[in-house]
């Protein structure tokens, strides 16, 4: 198996997030649509291996070495689980990453078993912080509650 464009999740998620809700503002103005000068948001793709993923994650901790394989296997476990929505934002004109935001479901035994929803945000650098500040902000309503549990578990998330 090669790397390909194929993502995480369905990228529609991201525009069904009500991002009205957010309270931070920046300027320039960013959104999920134009999230800067050359700024692509969207899910994260095996492709994105060779564009500096592992890099990004590389800021917060040793990230060891990670092969092809390793990687394209860990990538197929979170996108089956459902339970993953690694979400990048890519500089086109480099072809590389620059930041990174992860929000995982987290299943619990307590509160009658709830879900509790973990964002992880990974910026590169000071712009990139902006954004990675407003998609967190926006990632506090963990994408709506995942878009109100996935339209009440009919788990349309997934492709």
Same mark, same amino acid.
């Given at each position: 198996m ?24 920046? /300027? ?13 948001? =969207?899910?994260?793709? %095996? +492709?994105? *291996? ?28 979170m996108?089956? /689980? ?9 500089d086109?004109?480099?072809? =590389?990453?620059?930041a %990174? +935001?992860? *929000?995982i ?17 990974l ?37």
């Amino acid at each position: 198996m090669k790397p390909d464009e194929t993502p995480m999740f369905d990228p529609n998620l991201l525009k069904e997030v009500d991002w009205s809700q957010n309270t931070a503002t920046f /300027s320039p103005a960013i959104s999920p649509a134009y999230p800067g000068e050359g700024l692509v948001l =969207r899910p994260l793709c %095996t +492709a994105d *291996l060779n564009r500096g993923f592992l890099k990004v994650l590389g800021q917060l901790t040793e990230t060891g070495v990670v092969n092809p394989e390793q990687f394209m296997k860990s990538f197929e476990h979170m996108k089956k /689980s459902g339970d993953y929505y690694v979400t990048v934002v890519e500089d086109v004109a480099l072809g =590389r990453i620059v930041a %990174t +935001a992860t *929000l995982i479901v987290e299943h619990k035994f307590i509160h009658s078993c709830a879900k509790a929803y973990k964002p992880y945000i990974l910026p590169m650098s000071s712009y990139q912080l902006q954004l990675s500040l407003n998609v967190a902000c926006n990632r506090a309503s963990s994408l709506n509650t995942v878009i109100f549990s996935e339209r009440k578990s009919g788990r349309r998330g997934r492709q």
